[in-house]
């Protein structure tokens, strides 16, 4: 044992030596300017109602990237993939605000690019959906910067601007005080042009060209310094926004992104195209970490699952570029999703729990509000409404002919080809990458508390190669399928049995008897389904039992679960509910725990505060 350590670090310090030599002197250094919370709303992109002046130029100057892709539509889950290199949906942290361990062979990359000599800085948002590593960075905080390192030595920097994140449009700026026009600002088909929806957009614009001029001051800094002719600079977002169906939703709106890359004269070999050009090829999130240190000269780890699309290492240009969506805040959903150059796939696992669930955060906005009004009130279109009421189990979006994704062709028989193809293609990545999205949040809370997620799935514990055809099966109302899930010796099979029940709850009724029998699982998670399907099919007093003592278990997300089911209780039947779920709810109104944000939703819901 003592040589054959002996020999492992022999072999590692080898590479650090051959990887420093190899790079010494000819590193480029590279910056990354990362915006918040925004899609291409960019001259550049050709928005004519956009000013960005800076990042224009900057297009001027780099390569523009048409398709690229965040791999999650809100902030952790997608910064977890760019600090990884690894897909959440393989680790366990594609979960909003969740910090489930991951393992320690995967590290966070500018690690590799500080021990191969960088320095690295951040300044100085995290949010990796993980436990930090503390090897990670020279320095991170909002000082943070790459002035402070040796002389010679090759930087790697972050910058990330807030200034267009989601809060931007929580409070109101006069509308004298606007810069851009309300009345002229460009609104999509699904929204409604409600006063608090144009004032939003028209305020967002304002957030923009800020969020722009801050990425000129730090181009300018860049030229200040005399390091602009030895730096690749990348702009990019860390995912769409910010109104209501883009942040948190696996629709254009949601992932694609503006990406810019800039390189100096040195480096104009590493360039896909001359200075002012576009490429077409497919990038995400995934591919950004392989990238980086391709660029720098250093080896990508077998581990990571994207292809770097720059530097020597490049690989081949991808067909799709794959997303996901979990736990949004305090609602529970699963999606997936592919894209191709030119069609969106999604896969909805939970069709019945409509986008517009009430969010307390989306829910600030002034026109979050005003749409979930018009909503109730009854004056919305067909286009406009759908955002509050089921979703289809697969969607299907021509993307050249239908950016705004309004038009669902899943059940057009001249698109089912594409239909087939991109479904399998989705249904195969979830099985290369081992996603255990399938697995209930409520038990991985208690997985990992003995191993990570990432370890379970590769563990002979998890086949999912046997266990996804059949949640296919299941939640697309097979009722044969869901009748043997239901008594499956896997409680994940359980679970999801129950929950395509709640699917279909008219058509499952023969399977009332079955699913009552599930009120005494070993399983919380397959009981708390089990009682969404017994609601659906119109009992009460079993569901609340269930129910209620589901609040009482000493797991967060078991009451989390619970919580979730009974946001869609008409008010009469939580009667005998509220006081566990008043329970929930501390004398602290800084607890921002998930449990706690569902209880004080559900008691705004219903004014029983």
């Known amino acids: ?14 590479w650090l030596s051959s990887a420093q030599a ?33 990042i224009d130029q900057l297009a001027r100057e780099g390569v523009l990237y048409e398709n690229a892709f965040a791999s999650a539509p809100v902030c952790a889950p997608s910064r977890s993939t760019l600090i990884t290199g690894v897909y959440p949906v393989s680790m366990g942290t594609q979960h909003m605000r969740s910090t489930y361990p991951i393992p320690d062979m995967i590290e966070f990359y500018p690690r590799y690019l500080r021990e191969a000599g960088y320095y690295t800085t951040n300044n100085s948002k995290k949010d990796y959906n993980t436990d930090d590593q503390s090897k990670t960075w020279d320095e991170s905080s909002n000082k943070a910067t790459y002035l402070n390192r040796k002389e010679g030595q090759p930087f790697f920097a972050i910058f990330n601007i807030g200034i267009s994140h989601e809060s931007s449009i929580h409070d109101s700026i006069p509308i004298e005080d606007l810069r851009h026009d309300p009345e002229a600002v460009p609104i999509p088909p699904y929204h409604p042009r409600t006063s608090a929806m144009k004032h939003d957009w028209a305020q967002y614009y304002d957030k923009m060209e800020d969020m722009d001029a801050r990425v000129g001051a730090i181009l300018a800094d860049l030229e200040a310094s005399g390091e602009a002719d030895n730096t690749i600079v990348f702009y990019y977002s860390d995912h769409g926004g910010i109104l209501g169906r883009s942040k948190r939703f696996l629709f254009e709106s949601g992932l694609r992104i503006p990406l810019v890359i800039r390189f100096p004269e040195k480096y104009k070999n590493l360039a896909p195209g001359a200075s002012g050009s576009r490429t077409d090829r497919l990038v995400s999130f995934i591919d950004f970490p392989p990238t980086i240190l391709s660029l720098a000269g250093l080896s990508v780890p077998d581990y990571m699952q994207g292809t770097a699309f720059l530097g020597k290492q490049k690989g081949r240009d991808e067909e799709y570029a794959f997303g996901f969506r979990g736990r949004m805040d305090e609602r529970i959903d699963m999606s997936r999703t592919a894209r191709d150059k030119q069609y969106r796939y999604t896969r909805n ?53 239908d950016p705004d994704n ?61 266990l996804l055809p059949q949640v296919e099966r299941m939640t697309k109302g097979d009722q044969p399928a869901i009748r043997k899930g239901l008594k499956n010796k896997n409680p994940i099979l359980r679970y999801w049995a129950a929950t395509s029940a709640a699917m279909y709850p008219e058509m499952s009724a023969v399977l009332v ?22 609601y659906r099919m119109g009992q009460t007093t079993l569901p609340q039992d269930i129910l209620i003592r589901a609040l009482k278990n000493k797991y967060e997300k078991v009451r989390f679960q619970a919580l979730n089911v009974l946001f869609n209780f008409e008010e009469k039947d939580l009667e005998p509910v509220w006081t566990a779920i008043r329970q929930i709810v501390p004398a602290d109104p800084k607890n921002r725990k998930y449990d706690v944000r569902a209880a004080r939703g559900l008691l705004k819901k219903y004014g029983a505060g």
């Open 1 to 14: 044992m003592k040589y054959i350590l002996i020999f492992s670090l022999f072999v590692w310090f080898n």
């Open 406 to 466: 309004i038009n669902n062709l899943a059940d057009d028989p001249a698109y089912k080809e594409v239909l087939d193809r991109m479904s399998q293609a989705t249904m195969d990545w979830m099985i290369r990458i081992k996603d255990v999205g399938l697995i209930p949040e409520a038990m991985v809370e208690r997985i990992t508390e003995h191993t990570t997620m990432y370890e379970y799935a590769r563990s002979g514990q998890y086949p999912i190669e046997q």
């Open 349 to 401: 696992f939970m069709p019945h729990k409509v986008y517009g669930q009430y969010l307390e955060y989306l829910w600030r906005a002034p026109s979050m509000k005003s749409w979930a009004d018009a909503y109730d009130h009854g004056t919305l279109n067909e286009t406009q409404s759908r955002f509050f009421e089921p979703k289809e189990i697969e969607e299907l979006y021509d993307i050249t002919n």
């Open 22 to 54: 190899q790079t010494e002197g000819t590193q480029p250094n590279i910056l990354w300017i990362v915006s918040e919370d925004n899609s291409p709303f960019i001259g550049a992109y050709g928005d004519k109602f956009a000013t960005t002046p800076h």
């Open 513 to 534: 008897h079955d699913i009552q029998a599930l009120a005494q699982d070993d399983e919380v998670t397959v009981q708390i389904a089990a009682a969404e399907a017994l």
